[in-house]
């Protein structure tokens, strides 16, 4: 089985450090970059599967060169080789361009499902997965938790979760699949997976060599326009109730009853 | 021919009898020799450090110091031990046709020989009261710490018999044929017995004068196949003993492409290792002491180090006890070598559960109690490494902690640009190393400071830090912090395993230092963990510093006089107890110091507990435990706490940011402790408090809480 993930590097959320810089951008040089969280457990359902099946992994992401280093460390969990779309021109790109250029990526990959975390943790924009379904006209299974590939018939299930429970979907493959929490927790990385990371394929391409039709694409052309922005509010002082259950449920009924919040 | 042994029948037997039976133990010893070499790992250089290592020898080997901390046990095993070589003496006489004997009767008239042959009774006498005693630990007061088999009572048994029978036989030659000088006591029971007949008398003694040579020959063959087997092995273990400082663990290549990381089957351990296991001699004093025992948990050292020895025997078998010659394996297609699958067989889940490998709070309780000084620790963490860099094989927690550290550098996941949260509000200026090599002063530093991750991150250990830091400044020092260019030292993820980490910011951190040319300079910190890191471990990546633990420094301020306290003998007496660090106690002797500072607040009265100083008992967060969940057993704060709540102090003293958290929470959650009356104090925050305000800048020091 083929199987392509979609891992972005985003700023470290840990590290606290996100600033704009001057055209409005988040300052990826200002913070240490790490695979997006989503994205990593989506990679991990990958790799169960392949575990299960047997094929390979190939990571995909559009970023600045700097991202090869990130797709490292989710090499190093265990994929097989990595796939970087990389052009300057790119900076700044909008949803719209973004699943142009992933969906062109793609179309150069041979795969039986794409699968994406919800959302990423700096553009929280959680559309780009089910645009290049769109596009590809893939057919498109969202809010993943469980996933059961059929390779001989060429199906996929999944179990989808709801508000009230779950819907059980049927789709043949290839497919996109939009990973939840729900599949389990991502894997440290081996000492021996981090060496074996070093050697393995990952390529840096541009739009001319993936034959993409972006005219008119990037930062320049972006459909969108930050207006302004501003810090949240920090979060006011924590009260700690300790004790038993149940004097802790009363203290905190007391607390959001003088709040007046129920 | 033999004159000395003229009474005795067949008397040339026993070079047959005693020799043949060294042979086998030789040959035993050198098939267990066989497997040790089998380790990979590099054990310690046989040939370097002679006079260390002897001294060593004979401080733990003869003198037996560590057998003391349990009085009536060190006693009662000096009395054996010694009384065992003193009868050896006779032995190798006996075994030797007489030699020995032959040559200290020489000179002084036999003054010599008869002095030896008088302590030998008196010696024989004692031996077998002591052997009495041995008998009652094991049949009827039973202390908790032994293992009870029939291997024990055997060998006091042989012991028991060697010494009775050469006595007795003594006594009936000197019925039959006259006393020899010196042996009084047995010249004494003889007296009644000489009327007797002399056939009888005869007979008697050559069957005892021969029990005992077959006792011994018994004694020689079942050696090595018991625990008591430490009668020979405790030299080579004691005087091979590491040597390197107790908290600095073995380097480590990352980049051996082909090796294995970490200890997974016996291959990876070192031959010591290996000695360690053929030398326990299951007395129990580790588990004793173990925090995680204590509470309940699967970890046993005891078990661990019998496990090793048990998988070491296994992977012997097969073996022939005479190797064969390389021409009589080809013609007959023998394999007298190590069977590869005997040694490919992990460690873990066979010497020693999974669970309790991540027990282990890295304390060294265990080390410190080992008599034969046996290494328990290295080889844990040597399997947590492998558990870690090959398999990622641990506890989920720590994820969490090992993504923090190698991120944002500090397992608490807090940004890097809060780290000096902890001045706010200061009312004096903590100046920033990169600030102050701009500005050209350099030279002109007295101190760095080393704050840690715990003291910038953890709310309550912020507070010491402003204390701390309060004394610095109270000293009129010039000191400087490093700010964001600090990083976690990486010793909680070197003591879980993950060494890739560890190397990861260690590096980073010696880089720094040495760019700042830190190791011309004192550098001080609260935490034991940070010290213990960068003063025993920072030399294996090319970084030399001298640091100093605050409770160190703190005392050399104060009998300089560079910071006084306000004593005005109006201070209330108030009661306090000091929870000694592990790291800086046990793995540092730093013991005296923080009771210096203690001693120097006034009103306070130092209460100790039990287990205190190098003896101290874990408050549970060592070796990377601070980010585990404690989920079997009880947990070992509260032991803890209980142990410095039952000496009735008012404060709970520390030393150390995570101890400082551990009994926080203990304190807070115990029952006796309900209106929270107890609180646990840094030694620098009970200092700060009583300090004369500054004279020269005038400031009040109201800031610390």
């Given at each position: 089985m083929?199987?392509v993930?979609?891992?972005?590097p985003v700023?470290?959320?840990?590290?606290a450090?996100?600033?704009?810089?001057?055209?409005q951008?988040?300052?990826r040089?200002?913070?240490p970059?790490?695979?997006?969280?989503?994205d990593?457990?989506?990679?991990?359902?990958a790799?169960?599967?392949i575990?299960?099946?047997?094929g390979?992994?190939?990571?995909?992401?559009m970023?600045?060169?700097?991202g090869?280093e990130?797709m490292?460390k989710?090499?190093?969990?265990?994929a097989?080789?990595?796939?970087?779309i990389?052009?300057?021109?790119l900076a700044?790109s909008?949803?719209?361009?973004?699943?142009?250029v992933?969906?062109t990526?793609l179309?150069?990959?041979t795969?039986d499902l794409?699968?994406?975390?919800?959302?990423t943790?700096?553009?929280?924009?959680g559309?780009?997965p089910?645009?290049?379904?769109?596009?590809?006209?893939l057919?498109?299974?969202?809010n993943?938790?469980?996933i059961?590939?059929?390779?001989?018939n060429?199906?996929?299930t999944?179990?989808?979760i709801t508000p009230?429970g779950?819907d059980?979907?049927?789709?043949?493959?290839?497919?996109?699949?939009?990973?939840?929490?729900?599949l389990g927790?991502?894997?440290?990385?081996?000492l021996?997976?981090?060496?074996?990371a070093?050697?393995?394929?990952?390529?840096?391409?541009?739009?001319?060599?993936?034959?993409?039709?972006?005219?008119?694409?990037?930062?320049?052309?972006?459909?969108?326009?930050?207006?302004g922005?501003?810090?949240?509010?920090?979060?006011?002082?924590?009260t700690?109730?300790r004790?038993?259950?149940?004097?802790?449920?009363?203290a905190?009924?007391?607390?959001?009853a003088?709040?007046r919040?129920? | 021919?033999?004159?000395?042994?003229?009474?005795?029948?067949?008397?040339p037997?026993v070079?047959?009898?005693?020799?043949g039976?060294?042979a086998f133990?030789?040959?035993?010893?050198?098939?267990?020799i066989?497997?040790?070499?089998?380790?990979?790992?590099?054990g310690?250089?046989?040939?370097?450090?002679?006079p260390?290592?002897?001294?060593?020898?004979?401080?733990?080997?003869?003198?037996q110091?560590?057998?003391?901390?349990?009085?009536?046990?060190g006693v009662?095993?000096?009395?054996?031990f010694?009384g065992?070589?003193l009868?050896?003496?006779?032995?190798?006489?006996?075994v030797?046709g007489?030699?020995?004997?032959t040559i200290?009767?020489?000179?002084?008239d036999?003054?010599?020989w008869?002095?030896?042959?008088?302590?030998?009774?008196?010696?024989?006498?004692i031996?077998?009261v002591?052997?009495g005693?041995?008998f009652?630990r094991?049949?009827?007061?039973k202390?908790?710490r032994?293992?009870?088999n029939?291997?024990a009572?055997?060998?006091l048994?042989l012991i028991?018999?060697?010494?009775?029978?050469e006595?007795?036989a003594?006594?009936?030659?000197?019925?039959?044929?006259?006393?020899?000088?010196?042996?009084f006591?047995a010249?004494?029971?003889a007296?009644?017995?000489r009327?007797?007949?002399?056939?009888?008398l005869?007979?008697?003694?050559?069957?005892?004068?021969?029990?005992?040579?077959?006792?011994?020959?018994?004694?020689?063959?079942?050696?090595?196949f018991?625990?008591?087997?430490?009668?020979?092995?405790?030299f080579?273990?004691?005087?091979?003993?590491?040597?390197?400082?107790?908290?600095?663990?073995?380097?480590m290549?990352?980049?051996?492409?082909?090796?294995?990381?970490?200890?997974?089957?016996?291959?990876?351990?070192?031959?010591?290792d290996?000695?360690d296991g053929?030398t326990?001699?299951e007395c129990?004093?580790?588990?004793q002491?173990?925090?995680?025992?204590?509470?309940?948990?699967?970890?046993?050292?005891?078990?661990?180090?019998?496990?090793i020895?048990?998988?070491s025997?296994?992977a012997?078998h097969?073996?022939?006890?005479?190797?064969?010659?390389?021409i009589?394996?080809?013609t007959?297609?023998?394999?007298?070598?190590?069977?590869?699958?005997?040694?490919?067989?992990?460690?873990?889940?066979?010497?020693?559960p999974?669970d309790?490998v991540w027990?282990?709070?890295?304390?060294?309780?265990c080390?410190e109690?080992?008599?034969?000084?046996?290494e328990?620790?290295?080889?844990?963490?040597?399997l947590?490494?492998?558990?870690?860099?090959?398999?990622?094989r641990?506890?989920?927690?720590?994820?969490?902690a090992?993504?923090?550290?190698?991120?944002?550098?500090?397992p608490?996941?807090?940004?890097?640009?809060s780290?000096?949260d902890?001045?706010?509000?200061?009312?004096?200026?903590?100046?920033?190393?990169?600030?102050v090599a701009a500005?050209?002063?350099?030279?002109a530093l007295?101190?760095?400071?080393?704050?840690?991750?715990?003291?910038?991150?953890d709310?309550?250990?912020?507070?010491?830090?402003?204390?701390?830091?309060?004394?610095?400044?109270?000293?009129?020092l010039?000191?400087?912090?490093?700010?964001?260019?600090?990083?976690?030292?990486?010793?909680?993820?070197?003591?879980?395993?993950?060494d890739?980490?560890?190397q990861?910011?260690?590096?980073?951190?010696?880089e720094t230092?040495?760019?700042?040319?830190?190791?011309?300079?004192?550098i001080?910190?609260?935490?034991p963990?940070?010290?213990?890191?960068?003063g025993?471990?920072y030399?294996?990546?090319g970084?030399t510093?001298r640091?100093?633990?605050?409770?160190?420094?703190l005392?050399?301020?104060?009998?300089?006089g560079?910071?006084?306290v306000?004593?005005?003998?109006t201070?209330?007496?108030?009661?306090?107890?000091?929870h000694?660090?592990?790291?800086?106690?046990?793995?540092?002797?730093?013991?005296a110091?923080?009771?210096?500072?203690?001693?120097?607040v006034?009103?306070?009265?130092?209460?100790?507990?039990e287990?205190?100083?190098k003896?101290?008992?874990?408050?549970?967060?060592?070796?990377?435990?601070?980010w585990?969940?404690?989920?079997?057993g009880?947990r070992?704060?509260?032991?803890r706490?209980d142990?410095?709540?039952?000496?009735?102090?008012?404060?709970?003293?520390?030393?150390?940011p995570?101890?400082?958290?551990?009994?926080?929470?203990g304190?807070?959650?115990?029952?006796?402790?309900?209106?929270?009356?107890?609180?646990?104090?840094?030694?620098?925050e009970?200092?700060?408090e009583?300090l004369?305000?500054?004279?020269?800048?005038?400031?009040?020091?109201?800031?610390?809480?």
């Amino acid at each position: 089985m083929h199987i392509v993930v979609m891992t972005k590097p985003v700023p470290d959320p840990a590290a606290a450090a996100e600033r704009l810089d001057a055209d409005q951008r988040l300052d990826r040089a200002a913070s240490p970059a790490v695979v997006n969280g989503n994205d990593e457990y989506a990679l991990e359902a990958a790799l169960k599967l392949i575990e299960a099946f047997g094929g390979e992994i190939t990571l995909l992401t559009m970023a600045p060169a700097a991202g090869a280093e990130t797709m490292r460390k989710a090499l190093a969990m265990g994929a097989t080789r990595g796939l970087l779309i990389s052009e300057p021109a790119l900076a700044g790109s909008d949803v719209p361009t973004t699943a142009i250029v992933l969906a062109t990526a793609l179309g150069g990959l041979t795969y039986d499902l794409v699968l994406a975390g919800v959302d990423t943790s700096d553009g929280g924009g959680g559309v780009v997965p089910a645009a290049i379904a769109a596009r590809l006209r893939l057919p498109y299974l969202g809010n993943a938790a469980k996933i059961e590939p059929d390779p001989p018939n060429g199906r996929v299930t999944v179990r989808r979760i709801t508000p009230i429970g779950y819907d059980v979907l049927e789709a043949p493959m290839p497919a996109l699949i939009v990973c939840t929490q729900a599949l389990g927790e991502p894997r440290y990385p081996s000492l021996k997976g981090i060496m074996a990371a070093r050697s393995k394929e990952l390529v840096t391409r541009t739009l001319e060599s993936l034959g993409a039709d972006v005219a008119g694409a990037g930062g320049a052309h972006t459909t969108t326009r930050v207006l302004g922005t501003r810090r949240p509010p920090s979060r006011g002082a924590t009260t700690v109730v300790r004790g038993s259950a149940e004097e802790g449920a009363t203290a905190i009924v007391e607390l959001l009853a003088a709040r007046r919040i129920i | 021919m033999f004159p000395v042994f003229a009474e005795v029948p067949a008397y040339p037997l026993v070079f047959v009898v005693f020799w043949g039976a060294a042979a086998f133990f030789a040959l035993v010893t050198a098939r267990h020799i066989r497997v040790l070499a089998a380790g990979h790992a590099p054990g310690p250089n046989p040939l370097a450090k002679i006079p260390t290592r002897t001294l060593g020898l004979i401080r733990y080997a003869f003198l037996q110091v560590r057998m003391f901390k349990d009085p009536r046990a060190g006693v009662m095993h000096f009395g054996i031990f010694w009384g065992f070589i003193l009868l050896t003496i006779g032995t190798a006489d006996i075994v030797t046709g007489g030699i020995i004997q032959t040559i200290l009767s020489a000179p002084f008239d036999g003054l010599i020989w008869m002095a030896i042959s008088a302590m030998q009774n008196v010696v024989a006498v004692i031996v077998l009261v002591f052997i009495g005693w041995a008998f009652e630990r094991r049949l009827i007061s039973k202390p908790a710490r032994l293992t009870y088999n029939r291997d024990a009572l055997s060998i006091l048994l042989l012991i028991g018999g060697v010494v009775a029978t050469e006595l007795f036989a003594q006594v009936f030659e000197f019925a039959r044929y006259g006393d020899k000088p010196g042996a009084f006591i047995a010249a004494a029971i003889a007296n009644p017995l000489r009327s007797l007949d002399s056939g009888f008398l005869e007979a008697a003694f050559a069957v005892l004068w021969w029990a005992r040579i077959a006792i011994v020959a018994a004694f020689l063959c079942f050696l090595p196949f018991s625990k008591h087997y430490h009668v020979a092995m405790a030299f080579p273990n004691i005087y091979y003993r590491k040597l390197a400082p107790r908290g600095e663990l073995p380097a480590m290549d990352l980049e051996a492409e082909d090796a294995t990381f970490g200890v997974r089957t016996l291959a990876d351990l070192g031959w010591k290792d290996m000695l360690d296991g053929f030398t326990c001699t299951e007395c129990g004093r580790c588990q004793q002491a173990c925090p995680a025992w204590n509470t309940g948990k699967p970890l046993n050292p005891k078990h661990f180090i019998m496990g090793i020895r048990e998988m070491s025997v296994e992977a012997e078998h097969g073996l022939p006890l005479i190797p064969n010659s390389a021409i009589v394996r080809e013609t007959y297609g023998l394999d007298d070598t190590i069977q590869a699958a005997a040694l490919a067989k992990p460690i873990v889940d066979n010497a020693i559960p999974f669970d309790a490998v991540w027990d282990c709070v890295t304390c060294g309780a265990c080390v410190e109690a080992c008599p034969v000084l046996i290494e328990h620790v290295d080889k844990i963490i040597g399997l947590r490494r492998n558990l870690v860099l090959e398999d990622s094989r641990f506890p989920a927690e720590l994820n969490g902690a090992f993504r923090n550290m190698e991120g944002v550098g500090n397992p608490w996941g807090q940004p890097p640009a809060s780290r000096l949260d902890w001045t706010k509000g200061l009312p004096f200026e903590v100046p920033i190393v990169a600030d102050v090599a701009a500005a050209g002063k350099l030279e002109a530093l007295d101190v760095l400071y080393w704050v840690g991750c715990a003291a910038a991150f953890d709310e309550r250990n912020r507070k010491v830090a402003r204390a701390f830091a309060t004394c610095l400044d109270a000293a009129g020092l010039n000191f400087a912090v490093l700010g964001q260019e600090e990083s976690c030292t990486g010793d909680p993820a070197r003591r879980m395993g993950n060494d890739y980490v560890y190397q990861m910011l260690a590096s980073g951190n010696v880089e720094t230092l040495n760019r700042y040319r830190m190791g011309e300079k004192t550098i001080v910190t609260a935490c034991p963990h940070c010290f213990n890191s960068i003063g025993n471990e920072y030399g294996q990546l090319g970084g030399t510093f001298r640091v100093v633990h605050h409770s160190a420094f703190l005392k050399e301020l104060l009998a300089a006089g560079r910071l006084r306290v306000i004593d005005d003998e109006t201070s209330p007496r108030r009661s306090v107890t000091l929870h000694d660090s592990c790291y800086m106690a046990r793995y540092n002797n730093v013991v005296a110091e923080p009771r210096d500072v203690l001693g120097a607040v006034p009103g306070l009265d130092l209460i100790e507990m039990e287990k205190t100083g190098k003896n101290t008992f874990c408050c549970g967060a060592g070796g990377g435990r601070m980010w585990m969940e404690e989920t079997r057993g009880t947990r070992i704060n509260a032991s803890r706490t209980d142990q410095a709540l039952s000496t009735g102090a008012g404060t709970v003293a520390t030393e150390c940011p995570f101890c400082m958290t551990m009994m926080k929470d203990g304190l807070e959650a115990a029952e006796n402790n309900a209106a929270g009356e107890v609180r646990a104090v840094d030694i620098a925050e009970l200092l700060a408090e009583s300090l004369a305000p500054r004279e020269l800048a005038g400031r009040q020091l109201s800031v610390l809480q």
